[in-house]
């Protein structure tokens, strides 16, 4: 069976997060994904790891094996007229452009969408940077912490009041933007000869989550009202139980709003009469109760392991669940089960698990295959076959350090 | 601008509620598709109930919480538990390119609406079903909200204060996420449609696409057996310092601030005035100031403290480091950055009332998105039932009146 994405071919000048997982998500679907690396030091990614042992490696990142699977990789020095030259024949042959440099980077480098539209009308270039290509932000340095926390969501939803708002404790704003780009970039060459050719997608990682996440629910009320909410550190403003309390071995995600929820989960408590008071009646009241009630509920969860209170709460109708560590959340049978862990062979790594395709398509399958390229490992293939560069120019190409 | 949108001629069922499935029908309405939303005043969808409401009238059309989600989409209102009413959602979806749900494994098949049924209708159809945890395994029947479902990712236990117990995200961050990435699954499979006829039903489990974000933490066990717990705001990878929020002047204000480079460590040296703590050794390559982040973090706090955030930023990014203001829900809507990108807009529902959106968060060159705001219970009605469907206004009048159409 084909992948379903068969038949695209995608360059991707990008290195870390945003612009690798877009890619990786067309390379995952059976597109042919080109990454270009810099010479001899490559993606940053290849230097920040993890690595095994804790052994910095350019060939061992645990972050650019699991962002780059199913790419070609080839190095190229974009900065050099040589290396530009060569970019733009490449160029001529993708149906997509994926990057995340720099506005202004791409402006110096003369790869900027003015530059390459000529080369390639039907060109859809997908542009991922924290702030985006417009706008005061656009030419100011940042990273994935910088967006996220420019987006609206940690002030509102995440953190103790008065205290410090937090992250993930993952790359949230470099896969909002990275997933964003994959969706509106596939509908872009999906469309494009009813759209009438190629275009630019400017997406900012901050953008995306101050819109599709703050903006759905805050922005008309605030708009409208005048007010807005903070942060509480312990959940739900507009209903309770909605927290996470401690348990005998880790952590629970509490969740009792509606009626039959929270007669669930005091049939599962043994119905202890705090829950027959007038102040825990209704998932609003509760809310404004929470400070009373949570130590009461803690008081249960501390006798019982995760593991038992989502088994008998998810019985008792209750959307309670465990929080997984992240050892528990990988090892789950249900995963097993579903092969969403899967085994790869890397040269230097050797037997290794990836994680699996994000969604299933029976008739297509998808998920990584092959495992993250070596550096400028498919120079070659690449070169000799797609631009019809001789072995002697390559070598010479290779001499001069452009490739 | 362009001919077309890239979507147009594609038709969309969506039965997602809540968020997610919305979401999912939004981008491909953004992007030029046909989207009716199904949904029903017998059981209305519980974001439509949520205040605050347009000019404080409570009623399910004027729920502004959602409506910035939800646009982008139409809606038919069918009562799905009356078998007519499950008919006349068979009809559309006969003469529709793309199903998508996000109910629980099972609920479409027991209105008669499951992936089999609708292949007998339209074989080339393209279903997306958005469950929790996907249409099997032990895990296919757990029940979450959008808020819980990231416990089961191990998201959660990385979230919280450095060293301190997992912290709840206090919204549902998941569901929007979801909804994107579930426009992208239909658009891989209606690119695999056009290529080879062939429609297909895809398996979407949440949990599974949320636990992607959690790769760079699943390789570390996998390739050291660590496990990860809450991270504050360090750096995943422990790959920069400082890297974290710091206080400003007044309440609740704040910036954040990354260096991963040296240059950009004497970039904040410089703004700092080269004060003399920063030169000690403890602090001279990045490798010892990621080991001594907590200290870093300390002194770094004293120093911000006295500014304005935004004025801070500015000063930091003259010096080329990263570094931004964390802004609040009001701040938004002020700020001249998301202003200049015009990131809200003010539009007119069809009842009347102004609102404020999100409008085309993704800036495109050559097609201009789609945007309108969230739908009415039922707005498209006439237009589906009459036009599309070709219900005669006899028959229409009477499935209304039976509140098949309700």
Known sequence: MDGALEGIRILELGQLVSAPYCGKLFADYGAEVIKVEPPRTGDLSRQWGPFPQDQPHLEKSGLFFFMNTNKRGITLDVTAARGRDIFLRLVQQADMLIENNHPKQMRDWGLDYPSLSPVNPNLVMVSITPYGQTGPYSDWNGCDLNAFHLSGASSRYCGRPGDVPLEHGTFAADFYGATTAAAWGLAAVYGRRQAGGGQQLDVSCAEAIAALFVGSQNIGAYAQDGKFDRRTGVGMSLGAPATILPCKDGHVWILALEPGQWNGLARVMGNPEWMQLEMFQEMLVRAQNADAMYPLIEQWTMEHTKREIMDLCQAAGCPITAVFTVAEAAEHPHLKERGYIVDLEHPALGKIRDLGAPFKLPESPGGPTKPAPLLGQHNDEVYGTLLGMSSAELQRLHRDGVI | ?406
């Open chain 2, 1 to 406: 601008m362009a001919k077309a949108l890239p979507l147009k001629g594609i038709r969309v069922a969506n039965f997602g509620w809540v968020w997610a499935g919305p979401v999912t029908g939004q981008t491909l309405g953004f992007l030029g598709a046909e989207v009716y939303k199904i949904e029903s005043r017998a059981r209305i969808d519980l974001t439509r109930m949520l205040p605050p409401f347009a000019g404080g009238v409570r009623d399910p059309d004027r729920s502004i919480s959602n409506h910035a989600g939800w646009a982008g989409n139409g809606s038919v209102s069918l009562n799905l538990k009356k078998p007519e009413a499950q008919e006349l959602a068979r009809q559309l979806i006969a003469k529709s390119d793309v199903v998508v749900e996000n109910f629980g494994p099972g609920v479409m098949q027991e209105l008669h609406l499951g992936y089999e049924d609708l292949r007998a209708l339209k074989p080339d159809i393209v279903m997306s079903s958005m469950p929790a945890a996907g249409l099997y395994g032990p895990l296919k029947d757990v029940r979450t909200y959008g808020l819980s479902l990231s416990s089961i990712t191990g998201i959660d236990s990385l979230t919280g204060y450095f060293g301190g117990p997992p912290i709840p995200f206090e919204n549902a961050f998941a569901d929007p996420y979801n909804g994107v990435m579930g426009a992208f699954a239909v658009l891989v499979a209606l690119s695999y449609r056009d290529r080879t006829g062939k429609g297909q039903h895809i398996d979407y489990s949440q949990q599974e696409v949320v636990m992607q974000m959690v790769g760079p933490a699943f390789m570390d066990y996998e390739l050291n057996g660590r496990v990860a717990g809450p991270m504050g705001n360090r750096h995943p990878l422990a790959a920069a310092a400082p890297h974290g929020v710091f206080p400003c002047a007044g309440e609740d204000r704040w910036i954040s601030i990354a260096v991963a480079t040296d240059q950009e460590w004497r970039g904040l040296l410089t703004a700092m005035g080269n004060p003399e703590w920063a030169q000690t050794p403890e602090f001279a390559s990045p490798a010892v100031r990621v080991r001594n982040i907590s200290a870093l973090h300390e002194r770094l706090a004293e120093w911000t403290r006295a500014f304005n955030d935004y004025e801070l930023a500015q000063l930091l990014q003259r010096h080329g480091v990263a570094a931004a203001p964390v802004l609040n829900v009001a701040d938004l809507l002020h700020d001249p950055h998301y202003r200049a990108r015009g990131t809200f807009i003010e539009v007119t529902h069809p009842l009347g009332f102004q609102e404020t959106i999100y409008g085309a968060y993704v800036k495109t060159s050559r097609t201009e998105a789609n945007v309108h705001p969230g739908p009415s219970i039922g707005q498209d009605n006439d237009h589906v039932f009459k036009e599309l469907l070709g219900l005669s206004e006899e028959r229409y009048r009477q499935l209304i009146e039976k509140q098949v159409i309700y």
